[in-house]
């Protein structure tokens, strides 16, 4: 598992919520989004963050993006990646809201 250097801690302080949800993920620079779009599915989501899984393409711990997840009513909110992990083929990531 690749962590960030940032203060993110792996211990649990909010209740996950198991939801499979399209989510678009838009990378954040100096309060601005970008047009590039990554399309990801949520696996679960609480208070501090959500996870999400993906086919490899280019998310990196310590990028921050803007999350878009329609159905949970999540527009725009800032997250930043605070680890990643190969899963059955593909990828998994954990984000923490800013």
Partial sequence: MMITDGE?????????????????????????ESIEAFFVETFDYSRGGLGVLFDGENLSPGSRYFVYIEPLNIIRKAAEIVWLKQFNGDYKAGLRWL
Avoid: D, G, M, T
């Avoid at 211990?11 to 993920?25: A, G, S, W």
């Fill in 8 to 32: 993110y801690s792996p211990v649990r302080r909010f209740v996950r919520i198991k939801e499979r949800k399209k989510c678009i993920l838009r990378r954040a620079q100096l309060n601005k």
